[in-house]
């Protein structure tokens, strides 16, 4: 997101310095924005995932605070720009993003090295930028941050899911989507539950589910798959370069996301922005962005039931879904653009200056 964020602002007319990591030849280019890179390897002490690395971005940013109106960036790198702020009381103003898929009521149970410099960031900071209201209303009383000192910000999607036709042309056999990492602490994206719906679309319908992503739990849900006897209408894909999602996209009849837990899932917007009706968890901030009824069905987490019976209702009515896919793309031209993003921000950085 900082980097399409940063392209973005860049385009509009700001000028932006986008400061990032390269491990290695790891580097990024954009055509608008200003990159700068620090040369960092993962076994320097001063890499992101390390506590010295709030303290080594001030540092090397410190000569020139004095030329930024606004220093943007995630709260756990934030703190020492927030003291600076607190202390001096002069520009730049500081802005910091938060997007934590779900935080606890009270902080410290969050049980994060990071937390001291989350906790100073958020309480100094000019602003607090959330994915959505209910990560907002989180942050709000875990940190005892007053609302109005939050503002939503939903993240953006790129031009190239919206660049392609999506398909709509009824046939016996469906593709269906999920994207998304395996991942393995404290599961959220919980692939079992759409595993376990399968055989009841199946039962109805001819299915084939691609699932794109890897992480820890992947020879679990891949055991799990041959156990429910799903064999040929589960492919697991795992890693796709982001270039190459779109094509995948264009080629899926409806997008599933069981999650257990998000904040503001942007692989949701994608599907969207591809012309793709949605099955999703009404969990989160899900249901601000997904209209039930409208652009996709929501369904409570954690039943399979639930899961197969909206998936399947949607097969039944090609026509619906086509209606259904179609808004999903006009709300993501509307709103979720990442020139629609950058004008919310830079409207936020007009109140704070």
């Known amino acids: 997101m900082p980097f399409h964020l940063a392209e973005a602002l860049a385009k509009a007319g700001h000028h932006v310095d986008f400061l990032a990591v390269a491990p290695g030849n790891s580097r990024r280019q954009t055509e608008h924005a200003h990159a700068q890179y620090l040369p960092l390897e993962p076994s320097s002490l001063a890499f992101p995932n390390s506590l010295a690395f709030p303290l080594y971005q001030y540092r090397r940013t410190f000569a020139r605070l004095k030329q930024y109106d606004i220093i943007h960036c995630e709260a756990h790198n934030a703190a020492f720009y927030a003291v600076h702020r607190a202390i001096f009381g002069a520009p730049p103003r500081v802005v910091v993003a938060e997007y934590t898929p779900a935080i606890p009521r009270f902080f410290w149970q969050r049980r994060s090295f990071f937390e001291p410099y989350v906790f100073l960031s958020l309480k100094l900071a000019d602003l607090v930028i959330s994915p ?81 992503g890897t992480g820890p739990r992947l ?102 879904m086509r209606a259904m896919g179609e808004k999903g793309r006009d709300t993501v031209r509307e709103h979720y653009t990442w020139d629609k993003v950058a004008e919310r921000m830079a409207e936020y950085f007009r109140e704070i200056l």
Do not use: W
Not at 133 to 146: F, P
Not at 148 to 156: A, E, F, I
């Open 219 to 320: 020879d679990e849900y891949t055991t799990l798959a041959r156990t429910l006897g799903l064999g040929r209408a589960v492919h697991f894909l795992g890693f796709i370069d982001p270039s190459d999602l779109p094509a995948h996209y264009a080629r899926a009849d409806l997008f599933a996301l069981p999650s257990a837990r998000e904040s503001f899932p942007l692989v949701l917007l994608e599907a969207m922005a591809s012309g793709l009706p949605v099955v999703a968890t009404a969990v989160g901030g899900v249901p601000e962005m997904v209209v039930d009824g409208e652009t996709g069905l929501l369904v409570p987490p954690d039943d399979p039931g639930a899961l197969a019976e909206a998936v399947n209702s949607l097969l039944d009515d090609p026509e619906r």
């Open 132 to 212: 959505c209201d209910y990560t907002s209303a989180n942050l709000s009383q875990a940190y005892g941050i007053a609302l109005s000192k939050t503002s939503p910000l939903h993240g953006g999607v790129h031009s190239s899911f919206l660049a392609g036709s999506p398909r709509h042309v009824p046939r016996e056999e469906f593709n269906l989507l999920f994207c998304g990492r395996l991942n393995s602490r404290r599961p959220h994206k919980t692939v079992d539950i759409l595993l376990k719906a399968m055989p009841r679309i199946l039962q109805r319908h001819t299915v084939e589910l691609n699932i794109i």
